[in-house]
């Protein structure tokens, strides 16, 4: 069993920068595919971003692909989502998840077709001008 806890998100302007952690307060993060998501007001939750457990690959939805990089610490037992060029449609709650089934890839993740076995509460980043 895996426990999640996000921290990191906040208050940040327009073009600004966050960097988003989750940590494994109980059981290890090796072997789980691990994914972040965000919940905007008033709107359905959308996956932002996955690094996979088979090999290592990173994947990203098309409104954050080349401000947002996903990236994980082994040694911490920690994930992180790094978030440069903020803009105001990123404001959400964020959660990040894992998952270690093996017949299951980023992609199906993301795309909400498989839904994952763990999650955290969440962390809200509000973008404001």
């Known amino acids: 069993q895996v426990q999640l806890v996000e921290s990191g998100g906040g208050l940040v302007e327009p073009g600004g920068s966050l960097r988003i952690s989750c940590a494994a307060s109980?059981?290890?993060?090796?072997?789980?595919?691990i994914a972040w998501f965000r919940q905007a007001p008033g709107k359905e939750r959308e996956g932002v971003s996955c690094?996979?457990?088979?090999?290592?690959?990173?994947h990203y939805s098309d409104p954050v692909k080349g401000r947002f990089t996903i990236f994980r610490d082994p040694y911490d037992n920690t994930a992180f989502l790094q978030m440069n060029g903020l803009k105001i449609e990123d404001t959400g709650v964020y959660y990040c998840?894992?998952?270690?089934?093996?017949?299951?890839?980023?992609?199906?993740?993301?795309?909400?077709?498989?839904?994952?076995?763990?999650w955290g509460q969440g962390t809200r980043v509000t973008v404001y001008s």
């Open positions: 109980s059981g290890l993060l090796d072997g789980y595919t």
């Open positions: 690094v996979s457990a088979a090999d290592g690959s990173t």
């Open positions: 998840a894992a998952d270690r089934k093996p017949d299951y890839h980023c992609a199906q993740f993301l795309g909400g077709v498989v839904d994952m076995d763990y």
